[in-house]
């Protein structure tokens, strides 16, 4: 019985890496055919079916293929998914664990509704907030702008940053504070001194999320940017026309993709030593 478990586990793990794998296999594959090579048909050994080109990943950087140069579209990007991020920990961090250490209420409004506010933000389709968001940059003068960007981020990413840490600040002991304000240590003290450190692995967790929700956003990029600022995925979308670049999309996807892998490699080991224990539910 218990070989035909391990059997069965084994099986199930290697169709669903093979299933997880081949899209990317694919993209490679076809990142370094020509038009010829994708439509006369399914090939996957280069030299042997057909004959590799450098055309989808030059039409990247500027170079002959009819492409777009994604370098700065690449640096836009790491710049205002980065910076949304990080502001949003720092904010998401304050106010998570001030809705977990005290207790609020404003008539029949508590701590949990609160909660539920920040997440609630999350809900509500991207297309409702187009028009506000595109109005309120305008007033700013900041439309087609990395800051004006990254405002918006901060406040699609921050519901994120909030609702996570704060399940991850209520699974640390009260007594921690107060044996630190025992101590001497104001609550903003005991905050950044004692339930910091200790929340590293919450935070880790928190910018995870922020950053692949932030480096996937096309909706906002795309109506909120035009020639000044243009991020990854807009330039992506860009790479299409009147006859599809199987070649330059299969490359640029495996650019944009890299980030977040890298990201996943990264939490993964944290996973593994068990020091993410109780940072999720």
Known sequence: MSRLYALLKYLAITLWSIFVITPFLWALTTSFKTANGVTGGPTYIPWLQYEPSLKGWRSLF????????????????????????LISIVLGSLAAYGLSRFTYRAGFVKNADLIFFFISQRI???IV???????????????DSKLGLILVYVALLLPIAVWIMVD????????????????????????????LPNSVPGIIVAGMFCLIF????????????????????????????SVTPWWSLSASALISVAPLLLIAFVVERFLSHGTLAGAIR
């Open 168 to 195: 991850f600040f209520n699974n640390i002991p009260r007594q921690i504070d107060e044996m630190a304000m025992l101590d001497g240590c104001t609550p903003i003290q005991a905050f950044m001194r004692v339930i």
């Open 214 to 241: 932030g480096w996937n956003d096309f909706f906002f990029a795309f109506t909120l940017t035009f020639t000044d600022t243009q991020l990854l995925p807009v330039a992506v979308v860009a790479l299409n026309s």
């Open 124 to 126: 509500m389709p991207p």
């Open 62 to 85: 500027g170079g002959n293929g009819g492409g777009i140069d994604i370098v700065q579209p690449y640096i836009d990007s790491l710049i205002v998914t980065v910076s949304a991020s």
């Open 129 to 143: 907030l187009a028009i506000p968001f595109f109005l309120m940059l305008k007033w700013l003068e900041l439309l």
